[in-house]
């Protein structure tokens, strides 16, 4: 079946002499071999195991390959030798085949070779599993001048080796052991193929369905050679899609395939027959660029992946392909960059053009460009298509002139010929001595450049003479980087120079904006009632300074207004006093219901805003009393007390107050009490988080002075109001009446964001005293809506389940901080307070307007949204792909929550991911964001949040040049006082998980 019409056989002889049937049958094709033949089959000798057998087929050699294969059999009975004409690989392969008598195959190229322990490894692996039909190890390539490249290996192949080998060609062909009756059924190698025959037999092997295992060491080496098939993209090519159009569909070859692969490969996530063809070209073209071709149409690679997270894998098959045509191992390329530099940035631009995106194109070749320098030692400078790598000296940094093209620096920083540190940042201009300093104090220990600062001050000419003979010189370097930034920026050539002129125009757009700016309304908010002051009159004084400071007009004030006057005892009252009356809007709908009226407060200020209020009242008296010093009036038949008794000292206090009203009610007289159920009283229900004791424990207060008995009280889950009397001689107290009431007005911004409901697990004051840690969770979030398109639920949360959400936090003691407050805490080093949390979203959503903040609001918690500046009040066209996009908001609206209490940064002017965008585009975005939304919100905007939570190493630095001291990026977890502030980590809250989901995350960073 396999044999060829001119193919012959040399009988065995040698040492042993002895037929027998081995374990392992070798197969070494051999055509002009003699230069290394010698490596392959002395690798055989050196194996560990001895129980094999070699057949080594001579393919028509025309040098001196017969007499050393001679020489072989000659000395060792267990080489074998067979004469061929195939003049092919598959052949010549098939043809030693079909005479191996071992249970295991390994087919041996006489220009490879394998490690002595590689029989004995791969033969234990399958030893170990029974059921596997064939191992495979990891591999390194052997480049001309014997210089090895890292190990290689597929680890997908165990999992999954014929969807796999139905796209690529992922093993080596010596660095597998196969079953050879397996082999044999399936037919061998196919010899119509020129090349890829070896991928063409695996993956008629993998769609069998049996297992594979991995060896997970490099046993196998393979020589690249300049006269290589592999170096022969256009056959590759041709070949390839040959196999690949077999691994996509039925193959009649293969008589008994798993029922899962009988129909071929699944086209499953884009993985389809078409993508995997353009990958293998991909690999091609690039060797072809090595090679100094270009045989590789730019459309055949038009169905490679566009999206940022493919970029870095096209960026590792180029570099792949490119190692085989240009004959060198990656350490090698970006010194002979000159070689086919040029041809394979066209390539990748052609990439761009064919994709239609000419970002995604910059993204790969900065990652290409990337892993080049990476393994570069930059013994000399290595000017790449945009990156300039090189070495400096950190003890005496000299300007870099950039050269047309180049937008970032890769280099070594050296000290005493040692890399002290490595330093990748975007450029835009010259890099001048001044700026290497700045850099230089950024990355290398401050210690390390130090030892030579007095040196280093006398070379330079900056430098300010130092007075007096015992001078310390160590800190002229660090003086140097100190220098003005109008100074350092005077050259208009060099990077801050450029910087400047991008920060000029961002500045001038901004200016000539038609948007009109408007006056910011200051968040509203009413005082807590915990606030004490020594001067009673001073603090309340202060506190009427701004009119109507609790919205008294707001419907849940008035509805508690209409149940005081429900709770009013019944038949005529004669004389009324109010204490604290505040600016009368109570006032006025009392004194109808009483005879006289005498309406009294602390603050002067409230008492002439209430007197004017009530200027039409003629049985209405005002004065000024401190209640709690002064006398009260006495014979009052009617004294209404609201809101006031929390700022009183303590319970002690309020006995003192009891005992004065007793003094000051007539006989049979009432007193009226409405007061907010506080947490502090029971921290298991419903009530205001305020530093303070609260309706219950003055209601229990008041209930137990002599001499007063509670008649009626009107509950809600807010508040109680209470009506006492003052017992006449001879009287009885009779059981309360309780009335359970719903509160039906809406319930106002200003209230609400005091108000735990349900009770709480912890209050703020108490874990503020209690806990200090280490470590704090910043949360991310996108849209905050019912609806959106499918694919995108990942981002969407559900109004209800943010809501519940923020109540968990308000309830467990959480208070939220801005990205400010977090960068204090990691600089001072100083212990996060509590239990801070600080929530964020990206994209600026209308719907963070319309369901967030409000939630937020309620739960007296606050938020920095990122906007995308360039579409504020436009629509996430990013996601359009996904579906209709969703509205952002609008400057007015930014305005407004601005004006509330929210927070704002930037999401850069765009929504473009970085690490496609040049230096000078990610600059100019990073200042445009900012200036805009300094000129929407009044305040310095001083953090980003990176699209896509894709970075690269230029953004940090870049970012902090353009004025931002904060940066969130691509990475994941709790935030601690150990990270960098402009590369800070965020935990993402999905939408398609539970509250339950939300705890855990929030409690493993408390834990």
Same mark, same amino acid.
């Given at each position: 079946?396999?044999?060829?019409?001119?193919?012959?056989?040399?009988?065995?002889?040698?040492?042993?002499?002895?037929?027998?049937?081995?374990l392992?049958?070798?197969?070494?094709?051999?055509?002009?071999?003699?230069?290394t033949?010698?490596?392959?089959?002395?690798?055989?000798?050196?194996?560990?195991?001895?129980?094999?057998?070699?057949?080594?087929?001579?393919?028509?050699?025309?040098?001196?390959?017969?007499?050393?294969?001679?020489?072989?059999?000659?000395?060792?009975?267990?080489?074998?030798?067979?004469?061929?004409?195939?003049?092919?690989?598959?052949?010549?392969?098939?043809?030693?085949?079909?005479?191996?008598?071992?249970?295991?195959?390994?087919?041996?190229?006489?220009?490879?070779?394998?490690?002595?322990?590689f029989?004995?490894?791969?033969?234990?692996?399958?030893?170990?599993?029974?059921?596997?039909?064939?191992?495979?190890?990891?591999?390194?390539?052997?480049?001309p001048?014997?210089?090895?490249?890292?190990?290689?290996?597929?680890?997908?192949?165990?999992?999954?080796?014929?969807?796999?080998?139905?796209?690529?060609?992922a093993?080596?062909?010596?660095?597998?052991?196969?079953?050879?009756?397996?082999?044999?059924?399936?037919?061998?190698?196919?010899?119509?193929?020129?090349?890829?025959?070896?991928?063409?037999?695996?993956?008629?092997?993998?769609?069998?369905?049996?297992?594979w295992?991995?060896?997970?060491?490099?046993?196998?080496?393979?020589?690249?050679?300049?006269?290589?098939?592999?170096?022969?993209?256009?056959?590759?090519?041709?070949?390839?899609?040959?196999?690949?159009?077999?691994?996509?569909?039925?193959?009649?070859?293969?008589?008994?395939?798993?029922?899962?692969?009988?129909?071929?490969a699944?086209e499953?996530?884009?993985?389809?027959?078409?993508?995997?063809?353009?990958?293998?070209?991909?690999?091609?073209?690039?060797?072809?660029?090595?090679?100094?071709?270009?045989?590789?149409?730019?459309?055949?690679?038009?169905?490679?992946?566009?999206?940022?997270?493919?970029?870095?894998?096209?960026?590792?098959?180029?570099?792949?392909g490119?190692?085989?045509?240009?004959?060198?191992?990656?350490?090698?390329?970006?010194?002979?960059?000159?070689?086919?530099?040029?041809s394979?940035?066209?390539?990748?631009?052609?990439?761009?053009?064919?994709?239609?995106?000419?970002?995604?194109?910059?993204?790969?070749?900065?990652?290409?460009?990337?892993?080049?320098?990476?393994?570069?030692?930059?013994?000399?400078?290595?000017?790449?298509?945009?990156?300039?790598?090189?070495?400096?000296?950190?003890?005496?940094?000299?300007?870099?002139?950039?050269?047309?093209?180049?937008?970032?620096?890769?280099?070594?920083?050296?000290?005493?010929?040692q890399?002290?540190?490595?330093?990748?940042?975007?450029?835009?201009?010259?890099?001048?001595?001044?700026?290497?300093?700045?850099?230089?104090?950024?990355?290398?220990?401050?210690?390390?450049?130090?030892?030579?600062?007095?040196?280093?001050?006398?070379?330079?000419?900056?430098?300010?003479p130092?007075?007096?003979?015992?001078?310390?010189?160590?800190?002229?370097?660090?003086?140097?980087?100190?220098?003005?930034?109008?100074?350092?920026?005077?050259?208009?050539?060099?990077?801050?120079?450029?910087?400047?002129?991008?920060?000029?125009?961002?500045?001038?757009?901004?200016?000539?904006?038609? @948007?009109t700016?408007? #006056?910011?309304t200051?968040?509203?908010? /009413?005082? &807590?009632?915990?606030? =004490? +002051? %020594?001067?009673?009159?001073?603090?309340?004084?202060?506190?009427?300074?701004?009119?109507?400071?609790?919205?008294?007009?707001?419907?849940?004030e008035?509805?508690?207004?209409?149940?005081?006057?429900?709770?009013?005892?019944?038949?005529?009252?004669?004389?009324?006093?109010?204490?604290?009356?505040?600016?009368?809007?109570?006032?006025?709908?009392?004194?109808?219901?009483?005879?006289?009226?005498?309406?009294?407060?602390?603050?002067?200020?409230a008492?002439?805003?209430?007197?004017?209020?009530?200027?039409?009242?003629?049985?209405?008296?005002?004065?000024?009393?401190?209640?709690?010093?002064?006398?009260?009036?006495?014979?009052?038949?009617?004294?209404?007390?609201?809101?006031?008794?929390?700022?009183?000292?303590?319970?002690?206090?309020?006995?003192?107050?009891?005992?004065k009203?007793? @003094?000051?009610?007539? #006989?049979?007289?009432?007193?009226?009490? /409405?007061? &907010?159920?506080?947490? =502090? +009283? %029971?921290?298991?229900?419903?009530?205001?988080?305020?530093?303070?004791?609260?309706?219950?424990?003055?209601?229990?207060?008041?209930?137990?002075?002599?001499?007063?008995?509670?008649?009626?009280?009107?509950?809600?889950?807010?508040?109680?109001?209470?009506?006492?009397?003052?017992?006449?001689?001879?009287?009885?107290?009779t059981?309360?009446?309780?009335?359970?009431?719903?509160i039906?007005?809406?319930?106002?911004?200003?209230?609400?964001?005091?108000?735990?409901?349900?009770?709480?697990?912890?209050?703020?004051?108490?874990?503020?005293?209690?806990?200090?840690?280490q470590?704090?969770?910043?949360?991310?979030?996108?849209?905050?809506?019912?609806?959106?398109?499918?694919?995108?639920?990942?981002?969407?949360?559900?109004?209800?389940?943010?809501?519940?959400?923020?109540?968990?936090?308000?309830?467990?003691?959480?208070?939220?901080?801005?990205?400010?407050?977090?960068?204090?805490?990691?600089?001072?080093?100083?212990?996060?307070?509590?239990?801070?949390?600080?929530?964020?979203?990206?994209?600026?959503?209308?719907?963070?307007?319309?369901?967030?903040?409000?939630?937020?609001?309620?739960?007296?918690?606050?938020?920095?949204?990122?906007?995308?500046?360039?579409?504020?009040g436009?629509?996430?066209?990013?996601?359009?792909?996904?579906?209709?996009?969703?509205?952002?908001?609008?400057?007015?609206?930014?305005?407004?929550?601005?004006?509330?209490?929210?927070?704002?940064?930037?999401?850069?002017?765009?929504?473009?991911a970085?690490?496609?965008?040049?230096?000078s585009?990610?600059?100019?975005e990073l200042?445009?964001?900012?200036?805009?939304?300094?000129?929407?919100?009044?305040?310095?905007?001083?953090?980003?949040?990176?699209?896509?939570?894709?970075?690269?190493?230029?953004?940090?630095?870049?970012?902090?040049?353009?004025?931002?001291?904060?940066?969130?990026?691509?990475?994941?977890?709790?935030?601690?006082?150990?990270?960098?502030?402009?590369?800070?980590?965020?935990?993402?809250?999905?939408?398609?998980?539970?509250?339950?989901?939300?705890?855990?995350k929030?409690?493993?960073?408390?834990?």
């Amino acid at each position: 079946m396999f044999r060829d019409s001119c193919s012959t056989f040399e009988p065995t002889r040698g040492l042993h002499g002895v037929a027998h049937n081995p374990l392992v049958s070798i197969v070494v094709p051999a055509h002009n071999a003699e230069v290394t033949l010698a490596r392959a089959l002395d690798c055989l000798l050196d194996q560990e195991i001895v129980d094999w057998e070699a057949i080594i087929v001579d393919d028509a050699s025309t040098d001196r390959t017969p007499a050393i294969i001679a020489g072989y059999v000659e000395h060792d009975a267990r080489f074998r030798t067979l004469s061929s004409c195939a003049y092919s690989a598959a052949g010549a392969r098939n043809i030693g085949m079909s005479t191996a008598r071992g249970h295991w195959l390994m087919f041996l190229d006489a220009d490879d070779w394998v490690d002595a322990s590689f029989l004995a490894k791969m033969l234990a692996a399958l030893e170990a599993a029974p059921d596997a039909v064939a191992a495979y190890c990891g591999s390194r390539r052997v480049m001309p001048d014997g210089e090895l490249t890292q190990s290689s290996i597929a680890t997908e192949v165990a999992i999954q080796p014929f969807e796999t080998f139905a796209r690529r060609c992922a093993i080596r062909t010596h660095a597998l052991l196969v079953d050879r009756k397996t082999i044999a059924e399936l037919g061998g190698f196919d010899v119509s193929l020129r090349t890829c025959e070896d991928w063409d037999l695996w993956q008629r092997l993998a769609r069998l369905g049996k297992h594979w295992v991995m060896v997970d060491e490099p046993l196998a080496f393979y020589r690249v050679s300049p006269n290589a098939l592999s170096r022969n993209s256009t056959q590759m090519l041709a070949d390839a899609e040959i196999v690949i159009a077999r691994g996509f569909s039925a193959d009649p070859r293969v008589k008994h395939p798993a029922s899962a692969h009988a129909n071929g490969a699944i086209e499953a996530n884009g993985r389809t027959a078409s993508e995997a063809l353009a990958w293998f070209a991909l690999w091609n073209a690039a060797s072809d660029c090595g090679c100094g071709s270009r045989s590789i149409n730019p459309q055949s690679l038009r169905t490679l992946p566009a999206g940022r997270k493919w970029a870095r894998e096209i960026a590792k098959v180029a570099v792949d392909g490119l190692m085989v045509g240009s004959l060198s191992v990656p350490a090698q390329l970006a010194a002979r960059w000159d070689r086919f530099g040029d041809s394979l940035t066209e390539l990748i631009i052609e990439l761009g053009k064919v994709w239609n995106n000419p970002d995604a194109a910059r993204r790969v070749q900065y990652h290409f460009e990337q892993m080049l320098l990476d393994v570069d030692d930059l013994a000399a400078p290595r000017r790449l298509a945009r990156t300039l790598g090189i070495r400096v000296d950190a003890r005496n940094p000299a300007s870099i002139e950039v050269p047309e093209g180049i937008d970032q620096i890769y280099a070594h920083l050296m000290m005493d010929g040692q890399i002290e540190a490595l330093v990748q940042f975007g450029v835009l201009g010259r890099v001048t001595r001044r700026h290497w300093i700045e850099l230089i104090l950024n990355f290398v220990p401050p210690e390390r450049p130090m030892h030579s600062a007095a040196r280093l001050a006398r070379r330079s000419p900056v430098d300010a003479p130092q007075k007096g003979a015992g001078a310390d010189k160590s800190n002229m370097f660090a003086a140097e980087a100190l220098l003005s930034m109008a100074g350092r920026r005077s050259d208009r050539d060099s990077h801050f120079g450029k910087l400047a002129g991008l920060a000029a125009e961002a500045q001038a757009l901004v200016r000539s904006s038609a @948007e009109t700016k408007e #006056p910011f309304t200051a968040p509203r908010r /009413a005082r &807590a009632a915990d606030g =004490r +002051d %020594n001067d009673r009159t001073s603090f309340w004084n202060r506190h009427f300074a701004t009119e109507d400071p609790w919205n008294y007009g707001s419907p849940y004030e008035q509805e508690k207004y209409e149940r005081q006057l429900e709770i009013l005892p019944a038949g005529p009252i004669g004389r009324a006093l109010e204490l604290a009356c505040a600016e009368g809007h109570f006032t006025r709908q009392l004194a109808p219901r009483v005879g006289h009226l005498t309406a009294t407060d602390i603050s002067a200020v409230a008492v002439g805003r209430a007197r004017a209020r009530c200027s039409d009242q003629p049985n209405v008296e005002f004065g000024v009393l401190d209640f709690s010093a002064d006398t009260l009036p006495g014979e009052m038949d009617l004294i209404v007390c609201s809101e006031v008794l929390y700022y009183l000292d303590d319970l002690a206090d309020v006995r003192r107050i009891a005992k004065k009203l007793i @003094e000051a009610l007539a #006989p049979g007289g009432s007193f009226i009490s /409405a007061h &907010a159920f506080v947490l =502090r +009283d %029971n921290v298991g229900r419903t009530g205001f988080d305020w530093n303070t004791f609260g309706a219950q424990a003055i209601s229990e207060t008041l209930a137990a002075t002599d001499g007063l008995v509670l008649d009626q009280s009107i509950q809600t889950e807010l508040y109680r109001i209470d009506r006492f009397r003052r017992l006449s001689p001879g009287d009885v107290a009779t059981e309360a009446m309780v009335d359970h009431v719903p509160i039906r007005a809406p319930v106002e911004i200003g209230v609400a964001r005091n108000i735990v409901w349900g009770g709480a697990r912890a209050l703020r004051r108490d874990v503020a005293r209690s806990e200090r840690r280490q470590r704090i969770p910043v949360l991310m979030y996108h849209s905050v809506a019912d609806d959106g398109p499918a694919a995108l639920a990942r981002f969407r949360l559900a109004p209800a389940a943010f809501a519940s959400q923020m109540a968990w936090l308000r309830a467990n003691g959480f208070h939220a901080i801005r990205s400010e407050q977090l960068e204090w805490f990691i600089v001072n080093r100083q212990p996060f307070v509590g239990r801070p949390v600080l929530i964020t979203f990206d994209d600026g959503f209308q719907n963070f307007a319309d369901h967030a903040w409000p939630a937020l609001r309620t739960n007296d918690l606050t938020a920095e949204v990122f906007l995308v500046t360039d579409l504020v009040g436009e629509s996430a066209q990013w996601d359009a792909y996904s579906g209709p996009p969703t509205q952002l908001m609008d400057a007015g609206t930014v305005r407004r929550l601005a004006g509330e209490g929210a927070f704002f940064g930037s999401h850069l002017a765009t929504h473009r991911a970085i690490d496609g965008l040049s230096s000078s585009d990610l600059a100019a975005e990073l200042l445009r964001s900012r200036m805009f939304i300094e000129r929407w919100t009044g305040r310095p905007t001083t953090a980003f949040a990176a699209p896509f939570s894709v970075t690269d190493r230029r953004l940090g630095r870049l970012a902090k040049e353009c004025g931002y001291r904060i940066g969130f990026g691509g990475r994941h977890g709790p935030a601690d006082l150990d990270c960098d502030p402009i590369d800070l980590p965020r935990i993402e809250i999905r939408g398609d998980h539970s509250l339950d989901d939300f705890v855990g995350k929030v409690e493993a960073v408390l834990a």
